[in-house]
């Protein structure tokens, strides 16, 4: 089974929690997970990603 990539993107760590809970229910489903935060991923190594789940939100009165 191919890994799903989980990345976020955070100020205030809430895409960072909601990312590592969504990876515990699919590792809890058999799935094989890597959790990522987008500041550590470079551009190019989207290409080798199969499945990828991108989790951001906003803050204040909705900036990104």
């Given amino acids: 089974m191919k890994p799903v990539y989980i990345l976020y993107g955070t100020e205030t760590y809430n895409s960072e929690g909601l990312a590592q809970r969504t990876a515990d229910l699919l590792e809890a489903e058999g799935w094989a997970v890597d959790v990522i935060d987008m500041d550590?991923?470079?551009?190019?190594?989207l290409s080798a990603m199969d499945i990828v789940l991108i989790i951001t939100s906003t803050f204040?009165?909705?900036?990104p």
């Fill in 40 to 45: 550590d991923l470079e551009p190019e190594e």
């Fill in 60 to 63: 204040g009165e909705g900036d």
